[in-house]
């Protein structure tokens, strides 16, 4: 079947450094996205990987390795505000720009 | 630019009623998506518009799930007969042609009683 494997929760202190891993099993794989979600929000776009290697934007990072069925998302320099739930997705089309399949999501709880 | 927006923020219907869920994507959008949520699970994809026409509707459950997009503008999703286990989160979301990132309402949360 078809799947997408997260940590259901982590927990760190303000300032410290996170890493939310996604591993993928899919029909297809053309790219892995990342969304935040806050309670009550709408999901909203942090990253998106479609060849190996990491992509940093400002305090986030992410990683992928397609050999292994692998990403992860990086947060450094936690800040309170960081507190929400982290979705990784995978695209596993390229006609259309369809669907994305989600992972359960991973809540980060920042602690000060 | 206005955001995806979606009416209502909440809608709370007894079991056999009928429900209809509104998006309005981000103006010049074509692609439109509809997801789901159910308590404490993954977002499932229920189906994807480009423009009016429907692309992919394989997550839609059942029968019971209609969608459309008027004029390849605002799109609505019809429940009817309304099941309990129907209950969630509908998200929808619009992109445009060759960009990946999609960008979602902020939900409706439907609860069926």
């Known amino acids: 079947g078809q799947s997408l494997e997260q940590p259901s929760e982590v927990t760190a202190v303000e300032g410290a450094i996170v890493q939310m891993n996604c591993t993928y099993q899919t029909s297809g794989f053309y790219g892995l996205s990342w969304y935040q979600q806050h309670d009550g929000g709408a999901p909203t776009f942090l990253s998106y990987n479609a060849l190996d290697g990491l992509e940093e934007t400002g305090r986030f990072s992410s990683f992928l390795s397609r050999s292994d069925s692998y990403g992860y998302l990086l947060l450094q320099e936690l800040q309170m505000k960081d507190s929400a739930s982290y979705f990784c997705?995978?695209?596993?089309?390229?006609?259309?720009?369809?669907?994305?399949?989600f992972g359960a999501g991973t809540q980060v709880v920042v602690t000060p | 630019e206005a955001g995806v927006t979606q009416f209502p923020s909440h809608s709370v219907i007894e079991k056999g009623q009928t429900v209809t869920l509104r998006c309005d994507p981000i103006s010049g959008h074509d692609n439109l998506y509809w997801y789901r949520r159910v308590m404490g699970k993954e977002i499932k994809f229920l189906l994807h518009f480009v423009k009016e026409s429907k692309q992919d509707e394989s997550g839609m459950p059942n029968n019971r799930f209609l969608a459309e997009r008027t004029g390849g503008t605002y799109s609505t999703l019809k429940v009817q007969p309304a099941e309990l286990e129907d209950s969630g989160v509908y998200f929808c979301a619009s992109s445009q042609v060759g960009y990946y990132e999609q960008y979602f309402g902020p939900g409706t949360r439907l609860t069926v009683t």
């Open positions: 997705a995978v695209r596993d089309r390229t006609d259309s720009w369809g669907k994305l399949q």
